[in-house]
């Protein structure tokens, strides 16, 4: 079925004029236009025979109303001219407007397309890095430790008997320490695996954050020692956070076995914590406190720092003894602070040391 034809706005530009011009002109026509003219013609006619001198009367009278018909033909004309105008106008702005919105709709759908597109762009070079990061740990972090743990054990194997006892000593003692990191390493990977799948829970509930820095403390004290490096900590301060346990743990022992891995042997690593001022709030309106840990070692480029916080960013650097290390460590720490609605701050110098900090959630406001 056809659909109806419709007039275009542009049609009225024409149409109007006319129509009004077609309904007015019977009332400004010469002579005998209007109906109460024609009728009083219509009268005078029937009256002629009657009386000449009216009939020259009506004729003079006739002759005298011809100026003020004119002057009305042009009152009215000018009327339909402003009119016309003013419908015109109208329709022009009608027509603007439509246009102005539709462009509008346009360029909203062009945008939106547009961050679609970069959003998904931004997923897939993610998934990219991810895929790209994985298959390195597996064919060069996961392979070199174990590959050490291999070496010690063969030599304890076959040369146990001939070996001195401080020498079996040593090797079993770096045999610890490689199956350590090892099952450290794993760790990371397990706990960064679970964070790209979503599977980590999220249980925050009120803890001791000092209480843990002590913990970890005890956790990293085997290798600090190694080093002679001292760790100065609040021993007897107590301050409740609302938090995940399993989380905060992982990113004080992540900060503190990077301190330790890049600091010098004899060293100094400092636990404070900073009481973040009322004004200063999370998106949540809840009172953050923050804990930072401070070494005097090797100390990272202002150009490198961002790049520790981006799994796409290939920036990896052994420690002061050629320690390793999958480089997720930092970037599982971003994400477990960001589940509290905190924030890591990164602050170093070269050769001067650096300063690993991150805030959360106190109890006494987060409840």
């Known amino acids: ?47 002629e025979s009657e009386s000449t001198s009216l009939q020259g009367a009506g004729d003079m009278q006739t002759g005298n109303d011809l100026p003020y018909k004119g002057n009305n033909l042009i009152f009215i004309v000018i009327i ?22 539709r462009l509008e709709k346009e360029i909203l759908k062009k945008i939106t397309s547009e961050e679609a597109l970069k959003e998904s762009e931004t997923r897939f070079r993610h998934a990219n890095a991810t895929k790209d990061k994985f298959f390195s740990i597996l064919s060069h972090d996961l392979k070199s430790p174990f590959a050490a743990i291999m070496g010690i054990a063969e030599i304890l194997d076959k040369e146990h008997d001939i070996l001195e006892e401080g020498d079996r000593v040593n090797l079993i003692n770096e045999l ?38 002590r913990d970890c403390v005890n956790l990293v004290n085997a290798a600090a020692g190694n080093k002679s490096i001292e760790i100065d900590y609040p021993k007897d301060q107590d301050i409740l956070v ?19 891995k890049y600091t010098h042997r004899g060293g100094e690593i400092k636990i404070h914590y900073q009481e973040i001022a009322n004004s200063q709030k999370d998106r949540s309106n809840t009172v953050m406190g923050k804990l930072i840990v401070t070494d005097n070692g090797v100390g990272i480029s202002h150009e490198n720092i961002d790049k520790l916080l981006k799994i796409e960013e290939k920036f990896k650097t ?50």
Request: with cysteine; glycine share 8%; proline share 5%.
């Open 1 to 47: 079925m056809k659909r109806p034809k419709t007039i275009r706005p542009q049609a009225l530009y024409f149409i109007l004029p006319l129509f009004l011009s077609m309904a007015l002109l019977p009332l400004v026509g010469t002579g005998n236009c209007s109906p109460i003219t024609n009728v009083e013609s219509n009268y005078g006619l029937q009256q």
């Open 80 to 101: 339909i001219f402003i009119s016309s105008l003013g419908i015109i106008a109208f329709i022009r702005y009608y027509e603007k407007k439509k246009i102005n919105l």
């Open 176 to 213: 610890g320490r490689a199956t350590k990191n090892t099952y450290n390493l794993l760790e990371e990977i397990l706990a960064w695996s679970q964070s790209q799948r979503g599977l980590l829970t999220f249980n925050p509930e009120v803890i001791n954050l000092f209480q843990l820095c």
């Open 242 to 260: 609302y938090a995940d346990h399993n989380m905060i743990t992982t990113i004080i022992r992540n900060f503190l076995s990077n301190a330790i």
């Open 318 to 367: 052994p420690g002061t003894q050629k320690e390793s290390g999958t480089g997720l460590g930092l970037v599982i720490c971003k994400e477990f602070v960001e589940k509290h609605g905190g924030k890591i701050s990164i602050e170093s110098e070269e050769g001067k040391g650096s300063s690993f900090g991150f805030t959360v959630p106190l109890a006494e406001k987060a409840i």
